[in-house]
T-cell receptor
């Protein structure tokens, strides 16, 4: 059973701080990972994807993947109140039917002024 | 980027009736569409994967006869909730692989279903 687990949260950080979101997964098979942001009542929007070990940066966001430890994280620098949302980690295992995604349970992030 | 249009955005129906939700891929052909269900403050649960011209693949525990999926064309997939009951009230979201981006998935805007 391929599973994705996220730290339960909720996570609250002050404006301007770094928010750290973590995700672990159950299967060592080759895979790629996605971080989505979802505002209440809306559908998810992609923030970043990563498939190689190491860090990947895009603006204020950095995704980190450690396949040996089976975790992936998302760092949000200079957090803003507009970053307050639910963050979903998702994995796609190569060879799964039609490339379906498996989502974690999500972490609610609140950035307070 | 690729866009998936999902309708309706909100629907309220009476118990025992059926509701159809449509997802259309705009300007691209979606050979595969994923249907998710999301309860309040919960994550997305994959219900089924639909492929154009073939039967949908349902996830374990999802009732095939209750959640009818049709993918009759490369641009349209529909989910019909049959004989709806209050426990079917949920947020339903479709998603398609983005043809312009190997790692991309495009999500519809979601449908909030309330069964009264």
């Amino acid at each position: 059973q391929k599973e994705v687990e996220q730290n339960s949260g909720p996570l609250s950080v002050p404006e301007g701080a770094i928010a750290s979101l973590n995700c672990t997964y159950s299967d060592r098979g080759s895979q790629s990972f996605f971080w989505y942001r979802q505002y209440s009542g809306k559908s998810p929007e992609l923030i970043m994807f990563i498939y190689s070990n190491g860090d990947k940066e895009d603006g204020r966001f950095t995704a980190q993947l450690n396949k040996a430890s089976q975790y992936v994280s998302l760092l949000i620098r200079d957090s803003q109140p507009s970053d307050s949302a639910t963050y979903l980690c998702a994995a796609r295992w190569y060879g799964t039917s039609y490339g379906k995604l498996t989502f974690g349970q999500g972490t609610i992030l609140t950035v307070h002024p | 980027g690729a866009v998936v249009s999902q309708h309706p955005s909100r629907v309220i129906c009476k118990s025992g009736t059926s509701v159809k939700i449509e997802c259309r891929s705009l300007d691209f052909q979606a050979t595969t569409m994923f249907w998710y269900r999301q309860f309040p403050k919960k994550s997305l649960m994959l219900m089924a994967t639909s492929n154009e011209g073939s039967k949908a693949t349902y996830e374990q525990g999802v009732e095939k006869d209750k959640f009818l999926i049709n993918h009759a064309s490369l641009t349209l997939s529909t989910l019909t909730v049959t004989s709806a009951h209050p426990e079917d009230s949920s947020f339903y979201i479709c998603s398609a692989r983005d043809p312009e981006f190997a790692y991309g998935y495009t999500f519809g805007s979601g449908t909030r279903l309330t069964v009264v």
